[in-house]
């Protein structure tokens, strides 16, 4: 039994007759009496019967005719819920952001595409990298920004930010006036960190155990802009990305390029390699690559 068969007999039904149904669906008479008769021995019984002219169901055609009427309402009403999905007029994305990304790369997007898509809710989670791409992988969120490399194997991603983090220092300190600073040569300052949550929390750990120090780390935080206040208070040296440094106020702390090593700011987004990704999660991939990557920066 398919939905076609139940449409035709509720069509000869609507007529009393095979030949103006088959009209009104724009099909010949053999097809429509053909589909009838392929129902009827799948079922085993009949369903209509002929008295001279005039065409009545049976008792089994009856009971067919009142519920194929819920299962092709049913129907429709589904071809036109996926009609709205496939077509962007409805759906639900759940996106993870970073909180230094969030803020410098995804307003002015997340505006344009509610703007072109308003029939699609999304929902908003604030974590850092390691946390997002567990959720990614878990399926709590559809897809993530979060700090590159990930594992190839579990996710797909497209890369859309390659940059170098600066040391943020207070205007006053000995240093600030350089163009550049070694990272051994801030050994002695006390660094104020994003959270252990943070891929570059441990990212900047390494880089420093790389060159003979382990920071000595007086805050944690997971808001750039409150580690921003921090250093421009005095207490402390932070390590933040370009475009981040480019947004701080140059008259209340200075940003030096950072070097041996140069520790990279490398941004994704990025979902599950296999798992089913809806069509409104799809077309945020898509929108938000044709916005975010323009020769690989950002397309604000």
Not at 93 to 101: D, E, F, K, V
Not at 273 to 286: G, H, N, P, T
Request: charged share 25%; hydrophobic share 45%; net charge negative.
């Amino acid at each position: 039994m398919d939905i076609r068969q139940l449409e035709y007999v509720l069509e000869i039904i609507r007529h009393s007759s095979f030949t103006k149904a088959a009209e009104a669906l724009h099909i010949t008479q053999p097809t429509i009496s053909k589909a009838v008769k392929n129902l009827e021995e799948e079922l085993g019984v009949p369903l209509f019967v002929r008295s001279g002219k005039t065409l009545e169901l049976t008792d089994a055609g009856q009971l067919i005719a009142g519920q194929a009427q819920d299962v092709v309402r049913s129907f429709k009403h589904l071809e036109l819920q996926l009609g709205d999905l496939t077509n962007f007029k409805k759906g639900h994305i759940r996106i993870g952001l970073p909180p230094m990304a969030g803020a410098r790369f995804f307003p002015g997007i997340l505006s344009r595409f509610r703007d072109t898509y308003p029939g699609l809710t999304i929902q908003l989670e604030e974590d850092g990298s390691v946390k997002l791409a567990e959720k990614v992988e878990d399926g709590t969120l559809d897809v993530g920004v979060v700090l590159l490399p990930v594992d190839e194997g579990v996710f797909e991603s497209y890369s859309f930010v390659n940059e170098r983090l600066r040391a943020v220092l207070p205007p006053a300190h000995p240093l600030a006036s350089r163009k550049e600073v070694r990272l051994a040569e801030l050994q002695d300052e006390a660094f104020i960190l994003f959270r252990e949550d943070f891929a570059l929390h441990e990212r900047i750990i390494e880089a420093c155990d790389g060159v003979g120090f382990r920071p000595r780390i007086w805050y944690e935080s997971s808001q750039w802009d409150f580690i921003y206040e921090m250093v421009a208070a005095g207490m402390g040296v932070a390590l933040l990305p370009e475009s981040i440094c480019g947004m701080l106020d140059p008259n209340r702390v200075a940003t030096v390029t950072l070097t041996d090593p140069a520790i990279p700011w490398h941004l994704g987004m990025i979902w599950r390699k296999d798992r089913y990704l809806s069509f409104a999660a799809r077309e945020w991939v898509r929108f938000s690559k044709a916005h975010l990557t323009n020769q690989g920066r950002p397309s604000l």
